[in-house]
């Protein structure tokens, strides 16, 4: 008994700080990603065109209706599956094994994207339609109304989501380990059964969450007040 | 697609016991971890100080944690530590302490009380004073006051909310597969390990939750609609995330 538990925490800190840093950046391109799929999905909604709207409906309703992990592993062999046929198809034989890291960002991404979706549609709907119709009058060009009108006025609105989403995110990355990419997650695990102190490093796995999470928390307060600078101040209840 | 598999009598044992597990886990949390976040509540509000901070402390950790990481921390964190403990193996509450599903139903029952608590807390908070001194000056005691008037009144805000986490809570089910407690995804898994088909079980699986997210939907409306005092909203099919605390304002 002894002897299996001579190896502590701090023989795996190492292991376990290179295991945040890949789950962060699996988090950050997984929500850059995701932030221009749910700008895409938004404005297929929105679209007056309706198998546009109809496309994004079903990928924002369906994304949301089933749970993340069974996307996560029904994804995870669907892309490798899809990326085999892709290659046979071209002549190239044999299994593709895809990189653990491009799977776990794909994967993330697109059921960010659906999330992401609704939060970026509501926030653009609730732009006052005279603020678009000022933009055209003044002889706008799409690209300059989006980027001068419609992503400033809309932040304010979309902000609080898009928070909310990135905390989501970073708990979801949780979720990679389940199909045994080596994360900050997957690399706790290993360390608890190696040395047999599960719940020191379980324990440890949620303190370095907790400092993410609040962390960002922090980081998104402030990014919130600074995109609703000039606007009237929200009373808080 | 193949799903000559469906008709295997043991595979058909596995679906309909991870089925019913699914369900018990989703009614047992949601009632524990309901009357859980109405306690969090109430103690952040009017608990003293060091009680009011011990549930502050609570909702922080268990909404800034992975439901996973909290799982793995109870199922074999907790529970190695338990076992342990001598003499324990021989006393009757052990059979419940070795039962993954124990450590599941405790893990979304704490999860639960967090986000809901939080819920709960700005649905409180926002009661007007005036109601609840309405109450007093009926002659209600305190309890009957929160009884009949302020908790009923702020369910009431914040009903389509709480509503949502369940649909949430439905959705983290399938987490307790990694603790080997059979769900509908561990059965799937069994039948995946066996059958060598990847998609079918899992597309099966999909379909059964697409669809109790359906009825659990149209459950919970009913449930909104015939609160005492509600107006019927019009509502989105589905909930966005975990909503801020703040959405429960008006």
């Not at chain 2, 306690?39 to 996973?68: D, E, H, Q, Y």
Request: proline letters at 6%; hydrophobic letters at 50%; aromatic letters at 10%.
């Amino acid at each position: 008994m002894d002897n299996v538990s001579q190896e502590g925490l701090l023989d795996w800190a190492g292991p376990i700080l290179q295991g945040a840093l890949t789950t962060l950046e699996i988090a950050v391109l997984a929500y850059a990603i995701g932030l221009m799929l749910g700008l895409i999905g938004a404005s297929a909604r929105l679209s007056p065109w309706a198998p546009l709207r109809g496309l994004a409906t079903v990928y924002s309703t369906a994304v949301r209706a089933v749970p993340e992990l069974l996307l996560i592993i029904l994804l995870y062999y669907a892309g490798s599956q899809a990326l085999t046929a892709l290659t046979n198809a071209f002549g190239l034989p044999g299994q593709v094994a895809i990189n653990g890291f491009v799977t776990a960002v794909g994967v993330l991404a697109f059921v960010q994207g659906a999330y992401m979706t609704e939060v970026l549609r509501g926030a653009i709907l609730a732009i006052p339609r005279g603020q678009l119709e000022a933009a055209d009058a003044f002889g706008f060009s799409a690209w300059t109304r989006f980027h001068r009108i419609v992503v400033p006025a809309m932040l304010p609105n979309a902000l609080p989501g898009m928070s909310n989403l990135w905390l989501i995110l970073i708990k979801d990355t949780a979720l990679i380990s389940v199909i045994g990419f080596s994360e900050l997650f997957f690399t706790i695990q290993q360390a608890a059964a190696s040395t047999r102190a599960h719940f020191l490093f379980y324990a440890a796995a949620g303190v370095i969450y907790l400092i993410i999470t609040l962390s960002s928390t922090a980081l998104f307060t402030r990014l919130e007040r600074r995109v609703r600078r000039g606007l009237p101040h929200q009373e808080e209840a | 697609m193949d799903f000559s598999w469906l008709q295997d009598g043991f595979y058909q044992e596995y679906l309909i016991e991870g089925f019913i597990n699914t369900l018990w886990l989703l009614v047992v949390s949601a009632i524990g971890g309901l009357m859980l976040a109405v306690a969090v509540a109430m103690a952040r509000l009017k608990g003293p100080r060091p009680l009011a901070m011990l549930a502050k402390g609570f909702t922080i950790v268990m909404r800034g944690t992975p439901l996973l990481v909290q799982l793995f921390f109870f199922y074999y964190g907790v529970g190695r530590l338990l076992e342990g403990i001598p003499g324990i193996q021989d006393s009757p509450i052990w059979p419940i302490l070795r039962d993954p599903f124990f450590y599941g139903a405790l893990t979304f029952t704490l999860s639960v009380g967090a986000y809901s608590g939080e819920v709960l807390r700005g649905a409180l908070a926002n009661v007007p004073q005036g109601e609840r001194e309405a109450g007093r000056a009926f002659g209600m005691s305190p309890f009957q006051v929160f009884s009949r008037l302020w908790l009923p009144r702020a369910i009431q805000l914040c009903l389509p909310t709480l509503t949502g986490e369940m649909i949430l809570l439905l959705k983290s089910v399938p987490l307790v597969s990694t603790i080997a407690l059979m769900d509908l995804l561990q059965a799937a898994n069994i039948i995946r390990d066996e059958t060598f088909l990847v998609y079918e079980p899992l597309m099966l699986i999909a379909g059964i939750y697409l669809a109790m997210t359906v009825v659990l939907t149209l459950v919970l409306r009913q449930v909104e609609r015939h609160f005492p005092g509600m107006q019927p909203t019009r509502r989105r099919w589905l909930p966005s995330r975990h909503m801020e605390p703040s959405s429960c304002k008006d």
